[in-house]
């Protein structure tokens, strides 16, 4: 009797795409492009979404028994967004750090003894994790003259980044990416990464960006690898929590963190590449 022929392996399940879901996702990005052309309005709406994503971090860090200091967490959040907008992050930061580092360590001394350490590194962590890399946004909406382009751009190519992951990879997607989130499949991953790509060398041809082709695919292709890494730190900070989503706010699309991982990484990214092709100068 002839040996059978190996079992294929399973396909990574499909994102589920709903109206409901690709409505919620319409309004919200409206809404945030809609911010960014009244600077004060996009702030607030940075500093909004940092706290709640940062409460959200906090109930993940209950849920496994280490939980954060988050007076201080918001404290830090709100001081490095304060800092950003006053542009005064350069000259001031090492003493923002400082100062969560030793209230941290100092509340965390009337909480429980066995969890000291913990609280006092999730703190930071959480600082860092939400109000710092939050604040290229802030950055970038910053940059003289092209400040509302740019901001407009990047968070495009964000939002397409998981539109095009979602979208490919309920197609053709059959190689799951990751153990940490098996709907995400590397047909997914690549098909966002070629389409982003090519929209940011087409995007590269309005003249409100001041860009070359190139640019416009680099930064669309770091763009897109970095937030496909921050949607994937999120799921690693789930799964390891044990739970589905972050939190109910946003209809279809789960916790405010769950919606807004991707831009975290991909803000970074946008705002480092910037520097790397020669758009925005060094100090």
């Known amino acids: 009797m002839s040996a059978s022929a190996p079992a294929a392996a399973p396909a990574a399940a499909a994102p589920v795409i709903t109206g409901r879901r690709v409505v919620v996702g319409v309004a919200l990005a409206?809404?945030?492009?809609?911010?960014?052309?009244?600077?004060?309005?996009?702030?607030?709406?940075?500093?909004?979404?940092?706290?709640?994503?940062?409460?959200?971090?906090?109930?993940?860090?209950?849920?496994k028994g280490q939980p954060l200091e988050?007076?201080?967490?918001?404290?830090g959040v709100v001081g490095y967004v304060a800092l950003a907008i006053f542009h005064l992050t350069a000259k001031w930061e090492g003493v923002l750090l400082a100062s969560i580092i030793i209230a941290a360590?100092?509340?965390?001394?009337?909480?429980?003894?066995?969890?000291?350490?913990?609280?006092?590194?999730?703190?930071?962590?959480?600082?860092?994790?939400?109000?710092?890399l939050i604040t290229y946004f802030v950055f970038i909406r910053e940059l003289p003259d092209v400040g509302i382009a740019m901001t407009i751009f990047v968070i495009v190519l964000i939002a397409l980044t998981d539109v095009f992951a979602m979208l490919v990879g309920s197609l053709i997607g059959r190689h799951p990416l990751t153990?940490?989130?098996?709907?995400?499949?590397?047909?997914?991953a690549v098909g966002a990464l070629v389409v982003v790509s090519a929209i940011g060398a087409l995007g590269a041809m309005l003249p409100y960006l001041q860009l070359s082709w190139p640019q416009g695919a680099a930064l669309g292709a770091i763009t897109c690898i970095a937030a496909q890494a921050g949607d994937l730190?999120?799921?690693?900070?789930?799964?390891?929590?044990?739970?589905?989503d972050t939190g109910t706010v946003i209809q279809?699309?789960?916790?405010?963190?769950?919606?807004?991982?991707?831009?975290?990484?991909?803000?970074?990214?946008?705002?480092?590449?910037?520097?790397?092709?020669?758009?925005?100068?060094?100090?």
């Open 30 to 63: 409206v809404l945030g492009i809609g911010c960014v052309f009244y600077a004060p309005a996009f702030y607030l709406l940075i500093l909004v979404l940092a706290i709640a994503m940062l409460f959200e971090l906090s109930r993940l860090c209950d849920i």
């Open 233 to 244: 730190v999120e799921s690693a900070l789930k799964r390891d929590a044990g739970v589905k």
């Open 179 to 188: 153990k940490i989130s098996p709907k995400k499949t590397v047909e997914g």
């Open 105 to 132: 360590f100092w509340i965390g001394m009337y909480g429980d003894r066995e969890r000291y350490f913990s609280r006092t590194a999730h703190t930071l962590l959480a600082v860092l994790y939400l109000g710092k």
């Open 252 to 283: 279809g699309h789960g916790g405010v963190l769950d919606r807004f991982d991707s831009y975290l990484f991909g803000g970074m990214a946008f705002f480092a590449m910037l520097h790397v092709v020669g758009r925005v100068p060094l100090g």
């Open 70 to 75: 988050i007076q201080v967490a918001v404290a």
